[in-house]
């Protein structure tokens, strides 16, 4: 018989199930404790991700979105600066940097990775430039070292947006760790995703580090309470959340490894299709797939001939910022941006999740194979 179950873009309920008790007596010990806001879940949460990141220090807050925020707040970039970020990627990148008072514009993407290119950065930076940040889109890399680069020629900060890239590596070292910080989101999707909101600052600067601490808590001086060195605001994690991501990242490694088996699954698969998959990001490198993109021709009507077969299929980003209603007064280019442009009109991300079957995934592959007429 013909299986024509549903195949989800991503599952939640599978991870739920497999650990609904574990999470249930981790929040309840979070709650029993009474110490809910940065109590002793949230303190050994960060320790053990630090660690999963090889970083010295980490932040947990409120949200992906608050730990760009405070990212970078805590370098330094406030009102009258500037950064320089990618228009290929979720609008809390942008509205994260507007949140501390700078402004930004984008240069464009890589045509074949849609990660912030190192070609258009040097261009736009002004003198009140501060700071770079690059979004590690899908869980594919940036092309750190050249970034670093720009970013130590002209005295710039690099924030890194890792929402997307829990454990995803570049050249040997894990994303989030290679710029002066990284900003980790655990929106319930994500790699690593809390049962509510939450996010994380990283770094392996100490100053940074402390500054992020101070700007989730009100701006309050480590060692006094009624003392402030910065107008912060309430952007921490609560010890609830805290002690469920501590069940969840004690699988994350074993979920990156099954998410990278279906990736090159698919990437076996679509072979031969007119079709290009994600591209290999190199020795000492690699992705966390968050999702699974891949470039189509005819997008849109293989995006609607999978879903009337019922299979999960999404567009990231099907409109890039500088199109976005919010930004219309920045006046910025389309022309500007080709690569951009060309990209909106040729992602599709396929189902992904760790517990996907080989034959959702053999199912998948053959629609994308009929819709061709291969
Ligand atoms: C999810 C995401 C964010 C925001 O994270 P939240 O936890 O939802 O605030 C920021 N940037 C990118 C690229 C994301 O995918």
Redesign the pocket.
């Known amino acids: 018989m013909i299986n024509t179950n549903p195949i989800p873009l991503f599952n939640l309920n599978k991870q739920h199930e497999s650990l609904r008790e574990e999470i249930n007596s981790a929040a309840i010990r979070a709650l029993d404790s009474m110490r809910w806001i940065i109590g002793p879940e949230t303190e050994n949460f960060e320790l053990e991700f630090a660690k999963a990141l090889d970083a010295k220090h980490c932040i947990a807050c409120s ?4 730990a ?1 925020q405070i990212a970078l707040g805590a370098c330094g970039i406030g009102k009258g600066d500037h950064v320089i970020t990618t228009p290929f ?2 609008i ?2 942008t509205s994260s940097i507007s949140l501390t008072g700078a402004e930004f514009s984008f240069a464009d993407v890589d045509s074949v990775t849609g990660n912030l290119s190192p070609e258009g950065i040097e261009k736009r930076i002004t003198k009140n430039t501060k700071a770079i940040l690059p ?1 590690h ?1 899908y869980g594919y890399p940036a092309e750190m070292d050249r970034i670093m680069k720009i970013a130590q020629k002209h005295n710039l900060k690099v924030i890194e ?1 890792c ?2 890239s829990h454990l995803a590596a570049y050249k040997g070292r894990m994303t989030g760790t290679i710029g002066h910080a990284g900003a980790f ?3 319930p999707s ?1 790699n690593l995703g809390a049962c509510g ?3 994380a600052v990283v770094t392996n600067d100490a100053e940074v580090a402390a500054n992020s601490r101070s700007l989730r808590h009100c701006g309050r001086k480590a060692d006094k309470t009624y003392e402030y060195g910065f107008e912060g605001s309430t952007l921490r994690m609560d010890d609830v959340q805290a002690a469920i991501l501590r069940v969840k990242l004690k699988h994350l490694a074993e979920w990156t490894e099954l998410r990278r088996k279906a990736a090159a699954k698919y990437d076996d698969a679509l072979k031969g299709l007119p079709v290009v998959v994600p591209s290999d990001p190199g020795a000492g490198s690699s992705q966390s797939y968050y999702v699974y993109t891949i470039k189509a021709p005819r997008r849109d009507e293989l995006a609607a001939f999978l879903s009337s077969r019922k299979i999960g299929n999404a567009i990231y980003y099907p409109m890039p910022l500088y199109k976005q209603p919010v930004y219309q007064h920045l006046g910025f280019d389309p022309k500007d941006y080709p690569n951009t442009e060309k990209l909106t009109t040729e992602v599709l991300s396929l189902p992904m999740f760790p517990e996907i079957s080989d034959s959702d995934i053999a199912r998948v592959a053959a629609a994308i194979k009929e819709f061709y007429g291969k």
Request: glycine letters at 14%; hydrophobic letters at 40%; charged letters at 15%.
């Open positions: 949200s992906g979105a608050s760009i990627t979720f809390a990148t979004v889109i947006d929402a997307q989101s655990f929106y994500k909101d939450g996010g």
